[in-house]
């Protein structure tokens, strides 16, 4: 089995930034995909952005694009979104997903969730 979890989240300020960690653990072979998702209270759960599991294509959601940036980190089963120019409307629990479907933006074709992390903006 696979196992995700995120840190990273917090109070910011609006224009301000904060990087999300999520990190893997098990059977991490079997999974193509790492995405992120973001739910508001009282509004569906959001795409953000993912990465292929190798780090070689990223995605995402046009509300984030030019702002955030995922990565890979060097312990190949770390992965990252760096936040920059975060706005009040970014406020959300985020939550890292593992998957064996590449290049997904669906929530169904993640088959592993973490917990989630809180981000909240201020204006």
């Known amino acids: 089995q696979v196992q995700v979890v995120e840190s990273g989240g917090g109070l910011v300020q609006t224009g301000g930034s904060l990087r999300l960690s999520c990190e893997a653990s098990g059977r991490t072979f079997d999974m193509s995909n790492l995405g992120w998702f973001r739910q508001a209270p009282g509004k569906e759960r959001e795409f953000v952005a993912a990465i292929t599991w190798s780090g070689d294509s990223t995605y995402y959601s046009d509300s984030v694009k030019g702002r955030f940036t995922i990565s890979r980190g060097n312990a190949k089963n770390t992965f990252y979104l760096q936040m920059t120019s975060l706005k009040p409307d970014d406020t959300a629990n985020y939550y890292c997903?593992?998957?064996?479907?590449?290049?997904?933006?669906?929530?169904?074709?993640?088959?592993?969730w973490g917990q989630g992390t809180q981000v909240t903006v201020s204006s």
């Open positions: 997903a593992a998957g064996r479907v590449l290049g997904t933006r669906e929530a169904l074709n993640y088959d592993v």
